[in-house]
């Protein structure tokens, strides 16, 4: 050993260990420089020392006040061993945090609004997918979700949407370099699978902290990608200390509905009150009018149907009656309470996570391995995931350093459940099917030749075949969907990076980064032989291979030096590549030839799928600050990318931004008791952005299937534009921060306003221009919006309670400003009986109506026909607004209280605002499978509104009196919807606010003489329950949050017959060795 | 470093030109198609009474919705036919192009005639002629001046065609590139266009009649003229007939005739009935089998009542059978051409009053020798009772011939409900549901609602122009009966 030693620790006020300082330790005479880390025990030792004096040793850490100790001396054989206190610094805005590019910045000299989450502010427990812990947590961030269970994909909206095509989705950036989020082949509005998105793949144990860049002011950096925000994840690395450390973590938790449909369980299958047929002593069949009317001897007997008129639960009330089904078993019709239950299971979820790290003043690293398992809320849904990470760092020389990771995940899925409109979403049948239907019946899902023998309504059924609720298709069993029908996908990713940097002098630094994200997702699907809703009822199978590749190169030099005393300057210039791969191949192939053999050459006729999809973006950016003294700091940046997805003449293209920060605090000397901080922010950003590759040209493309051996070929329905230009999006901000009462109040507001221009839009156009859609820069849409947050200390004793509380609230007024000439709605997504678009002069997600509407007066009653007593509809079909889906307001109340080695954390997640057309409430409606249908089933249901009378010309007109007429339950629903296509749009209205109760958790840290013994440094044992209940919810038998089937834009406001979001309770022990 | 994006953006799955012949097999393929199969069968085939419709089709049962995708299907087709004309640019006079452009501009006007006897008035004149130069919105012509520009446009596209031109061959799926059979289609079309417009505009309906008939050799003349497109059985769902399709893909529940058809069909004694429909299953059951048709636009209360093994779905053995010989889809036949002659006879419009039963009887004829039914001989008793004039009205000489052509065009939707509306036979009784129309069969189809929103001044003056609105009663203007 060359050198002297040094060893020290660090500690609070209160004389805790405090882990994790940043120990700089300086000699400027001797040109020694070393950046070392507390351990868990707040240790830290640093060997090869030049012996000598004048050494500065330097304690930083976030959260505290640092400290500088100069003017030491280190001999060689001397064990200096230095104790160190640090004050905690209140003032929670002199934090340092990890700004754009990954550079860290003092919070007080950044003229944006960020924020940013330590990793034990993130959910406490097993969130597979991370992005769902930032709900209610930051404000101006919305988190929805797929109603696809743990493994599925979340949706995060900064500051409302900005964009008409696309997701609006913010780009994930881990350790700098941007990962791949896309959520290739979502589901759709009918039907698909949910198979995760990217950033479900992070470990969440992995992650140090999370900052939020709110929009382009933040994240001009990361040019066109970041016009949505960024969210920036930093992993944990290794510590420099004495020995290994070693983290182990097991988390535990069961999942059960939180909201499910509201059941009736009063009537049974039938219509009208009664059965709907009768199977005569004689064996014949009668419909059961023929059989009263004959006063038979018999038995009721159910049909098979596909409409209402069969399946529906409109029927006698169940008290009992022997009846035959429509298979021919014989059974009494009695409530089945568990129809729904009965069939999902408690997701079960198991993650268990161990790291290990150390390291010295030269190399650091830290390695962990991370298993979760999930056994899904669907019966035989399972999620495997292997995460495998190491991260190093290290010291080549003085001057040039390595900072490298690895990170292995391996996923492995089996049947996730199917979405939307599709006859395998388990929920479709089971919403709808009647409430007399016993699930040990249902579970029975191949004929026999019994049944075949005693059926009523099937056409040829055979034994072996699946066995359907109804004749058709578009309720398969689910029982049969579990059993016989199996999906399986495997993705194997490997996100990495490596970056030098070298000191080139103390003040000038050059660093180069190059990062990669690839996977491969293997997806097998089949239908076995005898899926009623398969080809010729022989099967069908599907494999593809998709490949994706995302590669980042960077090269930055960074300045930072003083001119005279008061000024500071940082400027960094750099430039980036960016390309992007997805190459995708498979097979489908339908009717097995030999059953039970799953493989393509195995079908009767099969299909190929390819799909290649390449881009390129090259940049070059500078961004720098000025400082002048402690107290005000101008920020500029400029960034300008060619990207190869348009053409020659355009792909280049310029944004910059600028912002201030003034600490009115310190220019004024102002802290005072009362008021101590006091900052002022403002920021102008642009950030340009050049939409997909292929959008310049028309094409042809030949048919997947020829017609007899005789190629088929077509033109595009997209007409493209050559001169395609890039979008840009402006956006502006001004806020302020301030502390009161030493730190006990702290509090932060931001105005903001972002617009995008010239859009890259695929504009719907009528189908008489040939054409679906033209592609074309046009629109504008406004987003405007106030950003609040609270935060406090509200009690702090002596004895060590603690009680923190923040508050947070953004109310974002989006609007669309213009669309393309001659056009004035683009429309988003559609559905049955409702369409999404934008709207110029409205907000972004309205929702309109696209089948009947009720007749009002000129007050919005309903008018009610005095002959029928029933609600009077439109004739034909109607076009009209019936809601918006953009939520007035967002909030999050997060709590928490310490006391010695107890915390107790409890979030409370708000959103007011929003509508949810749900296709759910319709099929419930259809059926009569709810409890909203069971009042008046009698003949005394009275429809609310007022009486109407026609007019001369055959319009309606309201008399004012109220409606007292009474009718028959089943009536009235029908007139609100008897089918898909037949149903008043604004009665599947629900209004989608709600303040939830998201999360409680409770975790206590063992003292160390409780230790069991002295090799465990420390217990951690927790208890959370998350999604628990509803403070507020309007929505009728589904969860406002998790009800849409995909993630993007075309989902927005509609939920279709959505799987229940689960409430999860678990528990979650952390063993430090 | 931004030199290899133009290679980088160049789309790697699809040419940005191409040999038309792959795009008009393609046209020619799905536009044939079209007219047949689950939803057409349901919603067009449940008024003109062939199929029984049902709830889960709910226009069947007259409410109201709008046929969004027969509006897109329809210009799609057409914005394919404008991209031939596109890549035969500048060969309009040369015989590498000149025959291949009048083919598919006469292939176009039959898919603008469907078009147009569906809806109404529809954007004709002022659509897209090429993407460089979009028409975002056009405004709808009245269907008078489509049927007067298309009768014009097929007389100079039947003049541009020259025998000795390049053709598109085996792509041809109707003709393999038989430009003289093209001629004969062509003036076929002639004839049917002409004849839609008997009750609108006598004095064109006459001059276009009987230009058609002037020389019969140039009409089709038998059914190895029909316009067909050959389908497939072990293949893709795409390549099957769309009657079978409808049976391997579609819903159970909606694969029942009507009453009206099986009713006729037994009243008639027809040798096709056991061909084209299947016994019931109760009545097999009972050993007794025999045929039923379901009634049409049932209320709920009627439709609860049914019991659908009473009832006949089309013949599992061949219409419903991939067993059995694929069956060819139909765009025009040589029974249709016949059909027609016999109405212009019966008018004296290019043939005489006398010729009508000849023509008349040819086209039954050949309707029988066609599959599924493939009967070369009718009964005797068939010709004598049913296909004899002797003795009726002109009137009721035209209702024989429309009850043929209705019985012919089984699973030909669209041409069985214009020529049901023009003439008003066979006189078919609405179902007891009210649904949109108090329970009057509807007379055309509603205008697509992407139309409605995105073309909307359009729209709203074309909707002006219906006697009833953008509803199932307004008639299209030649619909005068």
């Given at each position: 050993?060359?050198?002297a030693?040094v060893t020290?620790?660090?500690?609070d006020?209160?004389?805790?260990a405090l882990?994790?300082?940043?120990v700089k330790?300086?000699?400027?005479d001797?040109?020694?420089?070393s950046?070392?880390?507390?351990?868990?025990q707040?240790?830290?030792?640093?060997g090869?020392?030049?012996?000598?004096?004048?050494?500065t040793?330097?304690?930083t850490?976030i959260?505290?006040?640092?400290?500088?100790l100069?003017?030491?001396?280190?001999n060689l054989?001397?064990?200096l061993?230095i104790v160190?206190t640090?004050?905690?610094?209140?003032t929670?805005?002199?934090?340092v945090?990890?700004?754009?590019l990954g550079?860290k910045?003092?919070?007080?000299?950044?003229?944006y609004s960020?924020?940013e989450?330590?990793g034990n502010?993130?959910?406490?427990?097993s969130e597979?997918?991370?992005?769902?812990?930032?709900?209610?947590?930051?404000s101006?961030?919305?988190?929805?979700?797929?109603s696809?269970?743990s493994?599925?994909?979340?949706?995060?909206v900064?500051?409302?949407?900005?964009?008409?095509i696309?997701n609006?989705?913010?780009?994930?950036v881990v350790?700098g370099v941007?990962?791949?989020?896309q959520n290739?082949?979502?589901?759709?509005?009918?039907?698909?699978?949910?198979y995760?998105?990217g950033?479900?793949?992070?470990?969440?144990?992995?992650?140090?902290?999370?900052?939020?860049?709110?929009?382009?002011n933040?994240?001009?950096l990361?040019g066109?990608?970041?016009s949505?925000g960024?969210?920036l994840?930093?992993?944990?690395?290794?510590t420099?200390?004495?020995g290994?450390?070693?983290q182990?973590n097991?988390?535990?938790s069961?999942?059960s509905?939180?909201?499910a449909?509201?059941?009736?369980?009063?009537?049974g299958?039938?219509l009208?009150?009664?059965?709907?047929?009768?199977r005569?002593s004689?064996g014949?069949?009668?419909t059961?009018?023929?059989a009263?009317?004959g006063?038979?001897?018999?038995?009721?007997?159910?049909?098979?149907?596909?409409d209402?008129l069969?399946?529906?639960?409109?029927?006698?009330?169940?008290e009992g009656q022997?009846?035959?089904d429509q298979w021919?078993?014989l059974?009494s019709?009695?409530?089945?309470s568990?129809t729904?239950?009965?069939?999902?299971?408690?997701e079960?979820?198991l993650?268990?996570n161990?790291?290990v790290?150390?390291g010295n003043e030269?190399?650091?690293y830290?390695l962990?391995y991370a298993n979760?398992?999930?056994?899904?809320?669907?019966?035989t849904n399972k999620?495997?995931?292997?995460?495998f990470?190491?991260?190093?760092?290290?010291?080549?020389?003085?001057k040039f350093?390595?900072?490298?990771?690895?990170n292995?995940?391996i996923q492995?899925?089996?049947n996730?459940?199917?979405?939307?409109?599709?006859?395998?979403?388990p929920a479709?049948l089971?919403i709808?099917?009647?409430?007399s239907i016993?699930m040990?019946?249902l579970?029975?899902?191949?004929?026999t030749?019994?049944?075949?023998?005693k059926q009523?309504?099937y056409?040829?059924p055979v034994?072996?075949?699946?066995k359907?609720y109804?004749?058709?298709?578009?309720t398969?069993?689910?029982?049969w969907?579990i059993?016989e029908t199996?999906n399986?996908?495997?993705?194997?990713?490997?996100?990495?990076f490596l970056?030098l940097?070298y000191d080139?002098?103390p003040?000038?630094?050059?660093?180069?980064?190059g990062g990669?994200?690839?996977y491969?997702?293997?997806r097998?699907?089949y239908?076995?032989?005898n899926?009623y809703?398969?080809l010729?009822?022989k099967?069908?199978m599907s494999?593809t291979?998709?490949?994706v590749r995302e590669?980042n190169?960077?090269a930055?030099?960074?300045?930072?030096?003083?001119?005279k005393e008061?000024?500071s300057?940082t400027?960094?210039l750099g430039?980036s590549?960016?390309?992007?791969y997805?190459?995708?191949?498979g097979?489908?192939?339908?009717?097995?030839?030999?059953?039970n053999?799953y493989v393509i050459n195995n079908?009767?006729?099969?299909?190929?799928l390819?799909?290649?999809v390449?881009s390129?973006i090259n940049?070059?950016?500078t961004?720098g600050?000025?400082?002048?003294?402690d107290?005000?700091?101008?920020d500029?940046?400029a960034?300008?990318d060619?990207s190869?997805?348009?053409n020659?003449n355009?792909?280049?293209?310029?944004?910059p931004?600028?912002s201030?920060?003034f600490?009115?605090?310190e220019?004024?000397g102002?802290?005072g008791?009362?008021?101590?901080?006091l900052?002022?922010?403002g920021?102008?950003?642009q950030?340009?952005?050049s939409g997909?590759p292929?959008?310049?040209t028309?094409?042809y493309?030949l048919d997947q299937?020829s017609h007899?051996?005789?190629?088929l070929?077509?033109?595009?329905?997209?007409?493209?534009d050559k001169?395609l230009?890039n979008?840009?999006?402006t956006?502006?901000?001004?806020?302020?921060?301030?502390e009161?009462?030493?730190g006990r109040l702290g509090?932060?507001?931001?105005?903001?306003q972002?617009?995008?221009?010239k859009q890259?839009?695929?504009?719907p156009?009528?189908p008489?221009?040939?054409?679906?859609v033209?592609?074309?820069n046009?629109?504008?849409i406004?987003?405007r919006?106030?950003e609040?947050?609270?935060?406090?200390t509200?009690?702090k004793?002596a004895?060590?309670f603690t009680?923190k509380?923040t508050?947070n609230f953004?109310?974002?007024?989006?609007?669309v400003?213009?669309?393309?000439?001659g056009?004035e709605?683009?429309l988003?997504?559609s559905d049955r009986g409702?369409?999404?678009v934008?709207q110029?002069?409205?907000?972004?997600?309205?929702l309109?109506?696209t089948?009947f509407?009720?007749?009002k007066d000129?007050?919005g009653?309903?008018?009610?026909?005095?002959?029928t007593?029933?609600?009077?509809r439109?004739n034909?079909?109607v076009?009209?607004?019936?809601g918006?889906?953009q939520?007035?307001w967002l909030?999050?109340f997060?709590?928490?209280?310490?006391?010695?080695?107890f915390?107790l954390?409890?979030?409370?997640?708000i959103?007011?605002?929003g509508?949810i057309?749900s296709?759910?409430n319709?099929?419930e409606?259809i059926y009569?499978t709810t409890n909203?249908t069971?009042?008046g089933?009698?003949?005394s249901y009275v429809?609310?509104?007022?009486v109407?009378k026609?007019?001369?010309?055959?319009?309606?007109s309201?008399?004012?009196a109220?409606?007292?007429?009474?009718?028959?339950?089943?009536?009235?629903?029908?007139?609100v919807a008897?089918d898909?296509?037949v149903?008043?749009s604004e009665?599947?209205l629900n209004?989608?606010?709600?303040?939830?109760?998201?999360e409680?958790?409770?975790?206590?840290?063992l003292?160390?003489k409780?230790m069991?013994t002295?090799?465990?440094?420390?217990?951690t044992l927790?208890v959370y329950?998350?999604n628990?209940?509803?403070f507020q919810r309007k929505?009728d038998?589904?969860?406002?949050?998790a009800s849409?089937?995909?993630?993007?834009?075309?989902s927005i406001?509609?939920?279709?017959?959505?799987?229940?979001?689960?409430?999860?309770?678990?528990?979650?022990?952390?063993?430090g060795l | 470093c931004?030199?290899d994006?133009e290679?980088?953006?160049?789309p790697?799955?699809?040419?940005?030109t191409?040999?038309?012949s792959l795009?008009?097999s393609?046209?020619?393929k799905d536009?044939?198609?079209a007219?047949?199969g689950?939803?057409p069968?349901?919603?067009?085939?449940s008024w003109t009474q062939h199929?029984?419709?049902?709830?889960?089709v709910?226009?069947s049962?007259?409410?109201?919705?709008?046929?969004d995708?027969?509006?897109?299907?329809?210009y799609?087709?057409i914005k394919d036919?404008?991209?031939i004309?596109?890549?035969?640019?500048?060969?309009?006079?040369?015989p590498?192009?000149?025959s291949?452009?009048?083919?598919a501009r006469?292939y176009e006007i039959s898919?603008w005639?469907?078009?147009?006897?569906?809806?109404?008035d529809?954007p004709y004149?002022q659509?897209t002629?090429?993407?460089?130069?979009v028409?975002?919105i056009?405004?709808?012509?009245?269907?008078?001046?489509i049927y007067?520009?298309l009768?014009?446009d097929?007389?100079?596209?039947?003049?541009?065609l020259?025998?000795n031109?390049?053709?598109?061959?085996?792509?041809d799926?109707f003709y393999?590139g038989s430009?003289?059979?093209w001629r004969k289609?062509?003036?076929?079309l002639?004839l049917?266009l002409g004849?839609?417009l008997?009750?609108a505009?006598?004095?064109?309906?006459?001059s276009?009649v009987?230009s058609?008939?002037?020389n019969?050799?140039l009409?089709l003349?038998g059914?190895?003229?029909?316009?067909a497109?050959p389908?497939f059985?072990?293949?893709?769902?795409?390549n099957?007939?769309?009657m079978?399709r409808?049976f391997q893909?579609g819903?159970s529940?909606l694969r029942y005739?009507a009453?009206?058809?099986?009713?006729k069909?037994k009243?008639?004694?027809d040798?096709?009935l056991?061909?084209?429909?299947?016994?019931?299953?109760?009545?097999?059951?009972?050993g007794?089998?025999d045929?039923?048709?379901?009634?049409v636009?049932?209320t709920d209360a009627?439709?609860?009542?049914?019991?659908?093994d009473n009832?006949?779905?089309?013949?599992?053995?061949?219409?419903?059978?991939?067993?059995?010989?694929?069956i060819?889809?139909y765009?025009?036949?040589?029974?249709?051409?016949?059909?027609f002659?016999a109405?212009?006879?019966?008018l004296?419009?290019?043939?005489?009053s006398?010729?009508a039963?000849?023509?008349f009887?040819?086209g039954v004829?050949?309707?029988?020798?066609?599959?599924?039914?493939?009967?070369?001989t009718i009964?005797?008793?068939?010709?004598?009772?049913v296909?004899s004039?002797?003795?009726l009205?002109?009137a009721q000489?035209?209702?024989?011939?429309?009850?043929?052509k209705?019985i012919h065009?089984?699973?030909?939707?669209y041409e069985a409900?214009?020529?049901?509306r023009?003439?008003?036979y066979?006189?078919?009784t609405?179902?007891?549901?009210p649904g949109s129309?108090?329970g009057k069969i509807?007379?055309r189809?509603i205008?697509?609602?992407?139309?409605a929103?995105?073309n909307?001044?359009n729209?709203?003056?074309?909707?002006?122009?219906?006697?009833?609105?953008?509803?199932f009663?307004?008639?299209v203007?030649?619909d005068?009966?």
């Amino acid at each position: 050993q060359t050198g002297a030693s040094v060893t020290g620790v660090v500690k609070d006020a209160g004389g805790g260990a405090l882990p994790g300082v940043s120990v700089k330790i300086e000699n400027k005479d001797k040109n020694f420089r070393s950046n070392i880390a507390t351990n868990m025990q707040g240790l830290f030792s640093a060997g090869g020392i030049p012996p000598g004096g004048g050494y500065t040793f330097t304690f930083t850490s976030i959260g505290y006040k640092t400290k500088v100790l100069e003017g030491y001396t280190i001999n060689l054989l001397d064990k200096l061993s230095i104790v160190v206190t640090l004050d905690e610094d209140a003032t929670k805005l002199n934090d340092v945090v990890i700004t754009a590019l990954g550079i860290k910045r003092n919070k007080k000299a950044l003229g944006y609004s960020m924020a940013e989450l330590k990793g034990n502010e993130l959910t406490q427990g097993s969130e597979v997918n991370v992005a769902n812990s930032l709900s209610g947590k930051v404000s101006g961030v919305q988190v929805s979700r797929a109603s696809s269970g743990s493994g599925g994909s979340s949706k995060v909206v900064i500051r409302g949407n900005n964009s008409l095509i696309g997701n609006s989705q913010p780009l994930y950036v881990v350790d700098g370099v941007p990962i791949d989020n896309q959520n290739i082949g979502a589901a759709s509005s009918s039907g698909g699978t949910d198979y995760g998105d990217g950033i479900s793949n992070i470990n969440p144990d992995d992650i140090a902290t999370i900052s939020v860049l709110k929009g382009p002011n933040a994240a001009a950096l990361y040019g066109q990608r970041g016009s949505n925000g960024v969210i920036l994840i930093t992993t944990k690395t290794g510590t420099a200390g004495k020995g290994m450390n070693i983290q182990v973590n097991s988390d535990f938790s069961v999942g059960s509905a939180l909201v499910a449909p509201d059941f009736q369980n009063v009537y049974g299958q039938g219509l009208n009150g009664d059965f709907t047929h009768f199977r005569k002593s004689d064996g014949t069949i009668v419909t059961m009018k023929q059989a009263l009317d004959g006063g038979f001897a018999g038995t009721p007997k159910m049909s098979g149907g596909r409409d209402r008129l069969t399946r529906s639960s409109w029927g006698p009330k169940m008290e009992g009656q022997p009846y035959e089904d429509q298979w021919g078993n014989l059974l009494s019709l009695t409530p089945q309470s568990d129809t729904y239950t009965g069939f999902f299971q408690n997701e079960k979820q198991l993650t268990n996570n161990v790291s290990v790290e150390g390291g010295n003043e030269k190399v650091n690293y830290r390695l962990s391995y991370a298993n979760t398992y999930v056994d899904g809320y669907v019966p035989t849904n399972k999620l495997k995931k292997n995460n495998f990470n190491l991260r190093t760092q290290a010291s080549i020389t003085d001057k040039f350093k390595l900072d490298a990771k690895l990170n292995y995940i391996i996923q492995d899925a089996t049947n996730r459940p199917t979405l939307s409109d599709a006859s395998d979403n388990p929920a479709y049948l089971l919403i709808s099917q009647p409430r007399s239907i016993p699930m040990n019946i249902l579970g029975q899902y191949k004929w026999t030749a019994a049944d075949v023998a005693k059926q009523l309504g099937y056409s040829s059924p055979v034994p072996g075949l699946e066995k359907t609720y109804a004749t058709n298709s578009s309720t398969a069993n689910p029982f049969w969907t579990i059993n016989e029908t199996k999906n399986t996908d495997r993705r194997d990713r490997v996100i990495g990076f490596l970056r030098l940097s070298y000191d080139i002098e103390p003040w000038l630094k050059l660093s180069a980064t190059g990062g990669t994200d690839f996977y491969t997702d293997q997806r097998l699907r089949y239908r076995a032989v005898n899926t009623y809703q398969s080809l010729n009822r022989k099967g069908d199978m599907s494999e593809t291979v998709i490949r994706v590749r995302e590669d980042n190169f960077d090269a930055l030099l960074n300045s930072n030096f003083k001119i005279k005393e008061d000024f500071s300057v940082t400027w960094n210039l750099g430039a980036s590549h960016l390309s992007r791969y997805l190459r995708q191949t498979g097979n489908t192939g339908s009717q097995f030839v030999v059953p039970n053999l799953y493989v393509i050459n195995n079908t009767l006729t099969n299909s190929y799928l390819f799909d290649l999809v390449e881009s390129k973006i090259n940049s070059v950016y500078t961004s720098g600050q000025i400082g002048y003294k402690d107290y005000l700091f101008l920020d500029l940046s400029a960034r300008n990318d060619w990207s190869s997805t348009l053409n020659n003449n355009n792909n280049s293209f310029f944004y910059p931004s600028a912002s201030a920060s003034f600490i009115a605090s310190e220019a004024f000397g102002m802290s005072g008791k009362t008021l101590r901080y006091l900052k002022f922010r403002g920021s102008w950003a642009q950030a340009g952005s050049s939409g997909n590759p292929y959008q310049l040209t028309g094409t042809y493309s030949l048919d997947q299937f020829s017609h007899g051996g005789v190629p088929l070929a077509s033109f595009t329905t997209v007409i493209p534009d050559k001169n395609l230009k890039n979008e840009l999006t402006t956006s502006i901000e001004f806020g302020s921060d301030l502390e009161l009462w030493g730190g006990r109040l702290g509090l932060g507001f931001t105005l903001y306003q972002a617009s995008t221009k010239k859009q890259i839009l695929d504009v719907p156009i009528a189908p008489s221009s040939l054409f679906n859609v033209m592609r074309i820069n046009a629109g504008e849409i406004r987003n405007r919006g106030i950003e609040l947050s609270l935060n406090g200390t509200p009690i702090k004793t002596a004895s060590g309670f603690t009680w923190k509380t923040t508050f947070n609230f953004n109310k974002n007024v989006n609007k669309v400003l213009s669309l393309a000439p001659g056009v004035e709605t683009f429309l988003m997504g559609s559905d049955r009986g409702i369409n999404v678009v934008a709207q110029v002069g409205r907000p972004f997600g309205e929702l309109i109506g696209t089948q009947f509407a009720w007749l009002k007066d000129e007050n919005g009653n309903r008018l009610i026909d005095p002959d029928t007593g029933l609600p009077l509809r439109s004739n034909g079909r109607v076009v009209e607004r019936i809601g918006n889906a953009q939520p007035d307001w967002l909030g999050g109340f997060f709590n928490s209280f310490s006391y010695k080695g107890f915390t107790l954390n409890a979030l409370v997640d708000i959103r007011q605002g929003g509508m949810i057309f749900s296709q759910s409430n319709r099929e419930e409606i259809i059926y009569g499978t709810t409890n909203k249908t069971v009042a008046g089933r009698d003949g005394s249901y009275v429809a609310s509104g007022v009486v109407g009378k026609k007019n001369a010309d055959g319009s309606w007109s309201g008399t004012g009196a109220q409606n007292t007429k009474s009718v028959k339950a089943q009536d009235y629903w029908n007139m609100v919807a008897s089918d898909k296509e037949v149903m008043v749009s604004e009665e599947m209205l629900n209004d989608g606010s709600y303040i939830a109760m998201r999360e409680i958790s409770l975790r206590y840290q063992l003292p160390a003489k409780l230790m069991p013994t002295s090799k465990i440094k420390s217990i951690t044992l927790g208890v959370y329950g998350r999604n628990l209940f509803y403070f507020q919810r309007k929505t009728d038998g589904f969860s406002p949050e998790a009800s849409a089937f995909n993630t993007s834009n075309s989902s927005i406001g509609i939920e279709s017959t959505s799987l229940p979001m689960l409430r999860n309770i678990g528990f979650n022990l952390n063993i430090g060795l | 470093c931004t030199k290899d994006f133009e290679r980088l953006n160049t789309p790697p799955t699809s040419v940005t030109t191409i040999d038309p012949s792959l795009v008009f097999s393609r046209v020619l393929k799905d536009g044939t198609f079209a007219e047949g199969g689950e939803l057409p069968n349901n919603k067009l085939g449940s008024w003109t009474q062939h199929w029984a419709g049902g709830p889960v089709v709910p226009v069947s049962r007259y409410l109201e919705s709008a046929e969004d995708a027969v509006w897109e299907q329809h210009y799609s087709l057409i914005k394919d036919l404008k991209q031939i004309s596109l890549e035969l640019k500048g060969k309009e006079s040369d015989p590498s192009g000149r025959s291949k452009l009048a083919i598919a501009r006469i292939y176009e006007i039959s898919i603008w005639q469907r078009l147009t006897d569906l809806f109404g008035d529809v954007p004709y004149s002022q659509i897209t002629k090429d993407p460089a130069n979009v028409q975002v919105i056009a405004p709808f012509d009245t269907q008078e001046s489509i049927y007067t520009s298309l009768i014009a446009d097929l007389n100079s596209a039947i003049a541009q065609l020259n025998d000795n031109d390049e053709s598109y061959g085996t792509a041809d799926f109707f003709y393999k590139g038989s430009i003289p059979q093209w001629r004969k289609f062509g003036n076929s079309l002639k004839l049917r266009l002409g004849l839609r417009l008997r009750y609108a505009n006598p004095a064109l309906a006459r001059s276009t009649v009987e230009s058609a008939m002037a020389n019969p050799a140039l009409l089709l003349s038998g059914n190895a003229d029909n316009a067909a497109v050959p389908t497939f059985n072990n293949a893709q769902p795409v390549n099957t007939n769309p009657m079978l399709r409808q049976f391997q893909t579609g819903s159970s529940d909606l694969r029942y005739l009507a009453a009206a058809l099986i009713d006729k069909l037994k009243e008639y004694s027809d040798p096709r009935l056991p061909l084209l429909a299947q016994p019931t299953v109760n009545s097999v059951k009972a050993g007794k089998p025999d045929y039923a048709g379901l009634g049409v636009a049932l209320t709920d209360a009627q439709l609860s009542q049914v019991i659908r093994d009473n009832y006949s779905t089309p013949s599992l053995s061949t219409w419903f059978s991939a067993a059995f010989a694929p069956i060819p889809t139909y765009a025009l036949t040589y029974s249709e051409v016949s059909f027609f002659k016999a109405e212009a006879a019966l008018l004296g419009w290019g043939a005489s009053s006398g010729d009508a039963e000849t023509f008349f009887k040819a086209g039954v004829t050949a309707a029988f020798q066609l599959a599924p039914y493939s009967i070369n001989t009718i009964p005797p008793a068939y010709n004598t009772t049913v296909l004899s004039f002797t003795g009726l009205s002109d009137a009721q000489k035209l209702e024989k011939i429309m009850t043929q052509k209705w019985i012919h065009l089984f699973g030909r939707n669209y041409e069985a409900f214009a020529e049901w509306r023009r003439n008003g036979y066979p006189v078919l009784t609405p179902g007891s549901n009210p649904g949109s129309t108090g329970g009057k069969i509807p007379r055309r189809a509603i205008y697509s609602t992407r139309e409605a929103q995105l073309n909307n001044a359009n729209y709203q003056a074309a909707v002006g122009r219906l006697s009833n609105g953008d509803s199932f009663l307004s008639k299209v203007w030649w619909d005068k009966r």
